[in-house]
């Protein structure tokens, strides 16, 4: 249980951090697009920015997918890291297939991780709507400036 315990106070702060560090990027990142006035000047700008916004979450859950898989083969709970992986991705993302179960001292973490990834996902939508958001007020402003008299 004190194994248990450990890997839950290490991975969900460590997946946390994680997370928060890919918005503060994300926040940079369109702040600094939106200083140099990249950002909301056209269609195919507001593309790469969206994309470099994906690009930078994508790689933050993927990464707490495999701290996740990495916990689950160092306490012994999987044999080798790509079936941790795939595992954990499967939990994250709450898909549940359930071809691979953990053994029972070790299956409340795969609750934990669907509980932990069901909020960084939202963590991350919530993001990408609010750099939508403000691209399309950034699009919306320079439509009303180019039919000013």
């Not at 509980?115 to 403000?134: D, E, K, Y």
Request: charged share 10%.
């Amino acid at each position: 249980m004190m194994a248990f315990l450990l890997v839950v106070l290490v991975v969900l702060p460590a997946s946390m951090l994680v997370q928060s560090m890919a918005i503060a990027l994300t926040v940079r990142f369109v702040a600094w697009l939106h200083r140099i006035g990249y950002a909301g000047r056209s269609f195919l700008r507001n593309v790469s920015v969206t994309t470099g916004v994906i690009l930078i979450l994508m790689t933050a859950l993927l990464t707490q997918v495999a701290l996740w898989a990495v916990a689950f083969v160092i306490c012994g709970a999987l044999p080798d890291f790509a079936t941790a992986f795939y595992h954990s991705a499967v939990n994250f993302t709450t898909l549940g297939y359930g071809d691979i179960v953990m053994a029972p001292d070790w299956r409340l973490l795969g609750p934990l991780e669907a509980a932990n990834g069901v909020l960084m996902f939202g963590v991350s939508a919530s993001a990408m709507f609010a750099v939508t958001s403000r691209l399309i007020e950034l699009r919306l402003k320079g439509q009303q400036g180019d039919a000013a008299p």
